[in-house]
């Protein structure tokens, strides 16, 4: 089966940094993707991690431990667009490339 | 690149009545394309998995009778939503991979759809 835990809410300050940890548990680990969401919204890109270790780009990081089943996303200087819903989600592969993605993070940025 | 295109982005429609989403890849070539629904405050849910020039593959759950999916060429996929009651009003959304690009999905904007 699969099972993907996130927080459900966070909240941060502007110019503050913020890490949102995510859990997986699947049959089945090509690789973690996370992706944004604003409001009605679709998702963006934002990292994909195949091996253990740090991916830094820009302002956003993210991390896996495949060992453990554990990644996180870490943002930095956080922005009020930075509002949004992050989701952690696990590539499957299995051919067809499935993603099966968690509930997401409610973070709000603010003031 | 791999920009993913979404038709229409609203639909208001009565019940009983179908509805078509299309999907498009607008700067490259997707063998597979993915259907999700998402209902508010919830998580993206697989619906199907789309591959050019063959039946689409359906999640557990979904009715394949009821979200028709045709994937004719290598940038388009529909979703038909057929007999649409209120229940199927949700934000759906595609995605497609690009070939050069591994497994990374790339999404369209969404289609909400609101079924009265």
């Known amino acids: 089966g699969q099972n993907i835990d996130q927080p459900t809410e966070m909240t941060a300050t502007e110019g503050a940094i913020v890490q949102i940890n995510c859990t997986y548990q699947?049959?089945?680990?090509?690789?973690l993707f996370w992706y944004q969401q604003h409001a009605g919204e679709a998702p963006t890109f934002l990292s994909y991690?195949?091996?253990?270790g740090l991916e830094e780009k820009g302002r956003f990081s993210s991390f896996l431990s495949r060992s453990k089943g554990y990644s996180y996303l870490l943002l930095k200087e956080l922005q009020m667009k930075d509002s949004a819903s992050y989701l952690c989600?696990?590539?499957?592969?299995?051919?067809?490339?499935?993603?099966?993605f968690g509930t997401g993070t409610k973070l709000q940025v603010i003031p | 690149g791999a920009v993913v295109s979404q038709h229409p982005s609203w639909v208001i429609c009565k019940s009983g009545t179908s509805v078509k989403i299309e999907c498009r890849s607008l700067?490259?070539?997707?063998?597979?394309m993915f259907w999700y629904r998402q209902f508010p405050k919830q998580s993206l849910m697989l619906m199907a998995t789309?591959?050019?020039?063959?039946?689409?593959?359906?999640e557990q759950g979904v009715e394949k009778d009821k979200f028709l999916i045709n994937h004719a060429s290598l940038t388009l996929s529909t979703l038909t939503v057929t007999s649409a009651h209120p229940e199927d009003s949700s934000f759906y959304i595609c995605?497609?991979?690009?070939?050069?690009?591994?497994?990374?999905?790339?999404f369209g904007p969404g289609t909400r759809l609101l079924v009265l």
């Open positions: 989600a696990v590539g499957r592969g299995g051919g067809y490339q499935k993603v099966t």
């Open positions: 699947t049959s089945g680990f090509n690789g």
């Open positions: 991690n195949v091996l253990d």
């Open positions: 700067d490259f070539q997707a063998t597979t």
């Open positions: 789309s591959n050019e020039g063959s039946k689409a593959t359906y």
């Open positions: 995605s497609a991979t690009d070939p050069g690009g591994g497994e990374t999905q790339y």
